[in-house]
């Protein structure tokens, strides 16, 4: 795919663009884009969208350039030649798998019953893009006639589902072309409420390489179940001792870094010492804390059960594999923001949160961030997936409002 759609391709779409936040939600929710599918579909609808409202698009891929982020600049000043600072709004344009869910209706495609709107990616996080698409023409508008006094982004991304893998390359574009936006606004539902941090998250992979015998000769073997389960034991030791620690934040939802468990397999039948066992665990860190708090004392208890192990059999060992690694997002750089948030949504109390966002990504390159989007991330990733359509509405008023800010 070219990274601008030609003219034919633009003259082909027919079909008119939505004017309503309802409208481009049930537009996006039909892209079944899946993470483990292509997100193009959609990218390239919204980039003809903005091809009519005489704007450019960016585009960054993934190595196989099957996926793509989306980056597009409303420019300020009166030559509209004003591209860097101003204010991203940020949202993902994959969801989560249905696989297994049972959907009363077909999760592809919105469906409102009473007050709420079904589908996947209604509230995580689909609603808030809609949003921005439908504010998009307003702040063009105020470009046009020189009112904007400082830019408006539009960032869309891929693979936030499976790790964050889209961000990044979005802000490295930005590095690469000196664009420095002043702050960030991620959609990820919270109620309209604002969030001012969140946790990190990094994900290991554990391998214990055993050696296999008869189980009634186990002195031959070196059973890899039995050392992965110190190993496992030590984990949940580290992950008792993290929720005692003096320097916890009593605003996060939970309060302290956690360890968890997370899946273990090993062994091919009761009578073999079994000669590999797998397991993965997870580390959500409050941001003042890193990997290194966890994994410097689990890099040392593997060393010690791999010398263990190795005295009874060299070939033996315990691989520690990072599969992945989202930051922490962090309140530091962030007031000036909030009290602008504060004063356009109505609670405005400043909340903590232990899941990951791409917020942390942004706030790792020096900008500014803070989540506020609609819907409930308790709605996330369930069967019958919904927004309210009170919570759009909330939506296209803060984005209203914040647009106004931006004159």
């Not at 884009?33 to 960016?58: F, K, M, P």
């Not at 006639?145 to 961000?167: I, N, T, W």
């Not at 959500?284 to 040392?300: S, V």
Request: a negative charge; proline letters at 5%.
């Amino acid at each position: 795919m070219s990274d601008m759609i030609d003219n034919t391709m633009e003259n082909d779409i027919t079909n008119s663009y939505p004017s309503n936040s309802v409208d481009w939600l049930t537009r996006l929710i039909a892209f079944d884009t899946v993470s483990r599918y292509s997100n193009l579909t959609l990218i390239e609808d919204v980039q003809v969208y903005c091809a009519r409202l005489g704007l450019s698009v960016d585009l960054t891929f993934n190595e196989a350039r099957s996926k793509a982020n989306l980056f597009v600049t409303v420019p300020a000043g009166k030559q509209a030649d004003i591209v860097t600072g101003g204010l991203v709004l940020s949202g993902h344009t994959d969801v989560v798998p249905v696989d297994g869910q049972a959907w009363t209706s077909d999760p592809f495609t919105a469906t409102i019953r009473g007050s709420r709107l079904y589908g996947r990616g209604a509230c995580d996080m689909k609603g808030f893009i809609a949003c921005a698409l439908t504010m998009l023409p307003d702040a063009v508008a105020l470009s046009n006639k020189g009112q904007l006094r400082r830019p408006l982004h539009l960032a869309l991304s891929f693979d936030e589902e499976v790790g964050c893998l889209g961000a990044p390359l979005i802000l490295a574009d930005l590095a690469a072309r000196n664009i420095t936006p002043d702050y960030c606004i991620v959609g990820e539902p919270t109620n309209m409420t604002m969030v001012v941090a969140h946790k990190g998250i990094a994900v290991y992979r554990c391998r214990v390489h055993g050696k296999s015998a008869h189980s009634s000769l186990t002195p031959q073997g070196v059973n890899a179940i039995s050392y992965a389960s110190r190993l496992v034991g030590f984990v949940d030791t580290l992950a008792e001792q993290l929720t005692h620690r003096d320097d916890n934040d009593p605003l996060f939802d939970v309060p302290y870094s956690t360890l968890s468990v997370g899946t273990i397999q090993g062994g091919t039948a009761t009578n073999i010492v079994p000669n590999l066992c797998e397991f993965t665990f997870d580390y959500r860190n409050l941001p003042h804390m890193t990997q290194d708090d966890i994994l410097l004392p689990i890099q040392a208890k593997v060393a010690e059960l791999t010398a263990q192990m190795q005295a009874r059999a060299p070939e033996t060992g315990i691989e520690l594999q990072q599969q992945e690694s989202v930051p922490a997002m962090t309140d530091d750089d962030s007031a000036e923001l909030q009290h602008l948030i504060a004063a356009l949504v109505t609670d405005d109390k400043r909340h903590k949160v232990a899941y990951a966002t791409e917020g942390g990504q942004f706030t790792d390159a020096g900008i500014p961030t803070i989540i506020c989007g609609p819907g409930s991330i308790e709605q996330a990733h369930k069967a019958d997936e919904y927004v309210e359509l009170s919570e759009l509405e909330r939506c296209d008023n803060f984005l209203a409002q914040l647009l106004e800010r931006c004159r």
